[in-house]
Structures are given as C-alpha cells and as structure tokens.
C-alpha cells in the first residue's frame, strides 16, 4: 500500500528563522498533497495543498514545494512564530477522499 | 457557526461495553468521515458517508459501525469495545467529493473536529 512518511519526528527553529518540513511519498499517483497543522488537543487544520500537476504553491508566510521525481513534498514557513508550534504532516490523495493517506507528523518546535 | 462539533470529548470503557461517538457540522457539508489516530501513525479512515443514508468502510472499519440518519450527523458505534480500540477519534467533513471544488484548483478542505480520546481498559 501506499505510504507517507516524514523525515524527522522534531524540528526545533529558532524564532524569525525559516522552517523546512520534508515529507516523503509513494505513490505516483496521488492527484493532491496536504499539509495540516495539529495544535495540542486539538483537531488537524488545513493549512495548504498542491495538486499533483504543480511543483509549487505559495500561501500566507506558508510554501509548498512537490518534486515528483523523487516524491518528495516540502513545507516551508517563513519568520517562524511561536504560535507555529505544533505537529505539522502531509496527506497524499490519490481517487478520492477514501485514499487519503496521512503522515505520522513532525513536531515543530519554536525556540523564543 | 461552531462548524465540527464531537461529543463526547472523553470516554473511558471497559472491554465489551458499547457506546455511540456523534460528530456533528452546521456547515451543510455532504461528505463526513470518521478516522483514528494512534502514535505513530498517521490518520487512519474508518468509515466514511457520501450524503444523508449512506455509509461506506474505509481503512480499518472492523469493531465500528456508523450512520447517517441526518446530514449533518455522523454517529460511530463501537458495539464490543476491544483495548485496541482505544485511540483519539477525528470526525471531519467536506462540501463536496474528491471530485468537488476543482474550479479553484483546490484540494476540498476538509474540516476536522476536536476530537474524543477514548480508552478501553
């Protein structure tokens, strides 16, 4: 089956500095990426997609890069904030909502 | 609008007790979903509804039953809760399908709700 995997468990960044989460795919054939954003307690919250026929898409202080190559996606957010703490992971959506897989997440960490 | 709501927000069972999960949205929103999420693992779908009446599995159904008797609620049954049961679950919902809101060029968003940690001693 398909999997979806994150490059590090933790990140740790300091405040103002830019912030790099990598996620790793494997099905060619995934028509959307995902990355959502999960506070402590909370429930996961959209923060930007991409479809599979872009290689990049820019949101607020938020970018995503997908290289199809190598099935990697990458979320970049920029003057990182404390308030970006959370446990950050990419879905990759392949046919449909029924063929969403989900990250296991990289919890990112804001050093003040 | 409260959007995503799920009750209850804990719940601690014993094996063989059964209880009922409702996920409620006010956003009209035709497709709901129910999935788990255990450490180190991502979100797994359990079952999930295309519209009012309709149900359909999805990843790890076994142990669950669900239904969709008014759209805007999901209910997830456990009807023998198991340990392995015990998780946080996540109800979420669309607007439309897989196929819907192509005319941005958006993946549909899907809205999450809070979540319930149940545990099954």
């Known amino acids: 089956g398909e999997s979806v995997g994150l490059h590090l468990p933790t990140l740790s960044v300091q405040e103002g500095d830019n912030s790099i989460i990598n996620c790793a795919y494997s099905?060619?054939?995934?028509?959307?990426f995902i990355w959502y954003k999960q506070e402590s307690g909370k429930g996961p919250q959209f923060i930007i997609d991409i479809r599979s026929n872009m290689d990049k898409r820019q949101g607020q202080r938020v970018t995503v890069l997908l290289n199809k190559t190598v099935k990697h996606l990458s979320l970049q957010i920029a003057a990182t904030q404390p308030g970006d703490s959370a446990v950050y992971f990419c879905a990759a959506v392949s046919g449909g909502y029924q063929k969403v897989t989900f990250g296991t997440g990289t919890k990112l960490q804001v050093i003040p | 609008n409260a959007g995503v709501t799920q009750t209850p927000k804990f719940r601690v069972l014993k094996t063989g007790q059964s209880m009922t999960l409702l996920c409620a949205q006010d956003?009209?929103?035709?497709?709901m979903y129910w999935y788990r999420q255990d450490p180190g693992m991502g979100l797994r779908l359990i079952h999930y509804s295309v519209g009012e009446g309709t149900t359909a599995k999805g990843e790890v159904p076994d142990g669950y039953n669900v239904s969709r008797l008014k759209k805007q609620n999901f209910l997830l049954g456990l009807e023998s809760a198991a340990p392995s049961q015990t998780s946080v679950y996540f109800c979420a919902s669309t607007p439309l399908g897989p196929s819907g809101g192509a005319s941005s060029g958006s993946y549909n968003e899907q809205f999450f709700g809070p979540g319930t940690r149940l545990t099954v001693l």
């Open positions: 099905n060619s054939a995934s028509d959307y």
């Open positions: 956003m009209n929103h035709e497709y």
